[in-house]
Each structure stands twice: as C-alpha cells, then as structure tokens.
C-alpha cells in the first residue's frame, strides 16, 4: 500500500481530490470512516468535481458529480440519482494507519 495523505489533510464531511500516479482520486471523510475512489463519473468517465476538492452536495451527504448532478452514496459508491442511476464510482482500498491514509491502487486503474 501507499500513503495518501495524513489523515488530519481531511476534515470530517470534507473532500479531497489527488493525483496518484497519473490516477485521479478522490478521498471523503464521513461517520468517522475513509472513503477513496476513483475520480470518474460512470456517466460520462469524466472527473466529478467543479472546483478542486468540492466533490460533495451542498448538504455534504452525498458525492455529487458537478456535471449532470448525479448523486452517489459516500459510503458505497453508488450512484441514487441522475443519469447513472444503478451504477457506481469505482473505490480505491484504503485503511487508515498511523494516522495515515494509505491506499493500494487497483491494476485496472493503472492500465
Ligand atoms: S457526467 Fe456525471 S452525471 Fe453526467
């Protein structure tokens, strides 16, 4: 696994956008728990966000794709509404250590 960032870099219901190894990523902080996914919308395959780091709704319960405004479960990756509706972001393995967020990038990502 690798280091993301240290844990305090993200507020709770705060987001934060990254580029690992030519991978766009994202990470979310909610209920206590780590979130890393992919940074695409499964509608298009384009980034989510509008302004860096702004990857939830205005309410920060769900993620939020700025494009078409689809919406998606923090905790699944699900997509609950808009037009990808049934499919889901695609997330990164994380584990919270040393007060460290550490990830391990998935093949297919890398390809
Ligand atoms: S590109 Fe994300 S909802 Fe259309």
């Known amino acids: 696994m ?7 870099t993200i507020q709770e ?13 994202f990470a979310v ?3 206590g728990q780590v979130y890393v996914y992919q940074n695409q919308c499964p509608h298009l395959s384009i980034p989510l966000e509008y302004m860096p780091d702004q990857f939830l709704c ?3 319960y ?5 494009t078409h405004g689809a919406l998606f479960e923090v905790d699944s ?24 967020i550490m990830i391990r ?3 297919s990502a890398l390809a």
């Open 77 to 100: 990756g699900n997509c609950v509404s808009g037009p990808c509706v049934g499919d889901k972001l695609t997330q990164i393995e994380s584990i919270v250590e040393n007060n460290q």
């Open 105 to 107: 990038l998935p093949e």
């Open 13 to 25: 219901d705060q987001s934060k956008g990254f580029e690992i190894e030519g991978v766009s990523l």
């Open 29 to 31: 902080r909610k209920d």
């Open 58 to 60: 205005s309410e920060n």
């Open 2 to 8: 690798q280091v993301l960032c240290d844990l305090d």
């Open 62 to 66: 769900f993620i939020q794709c700025a």
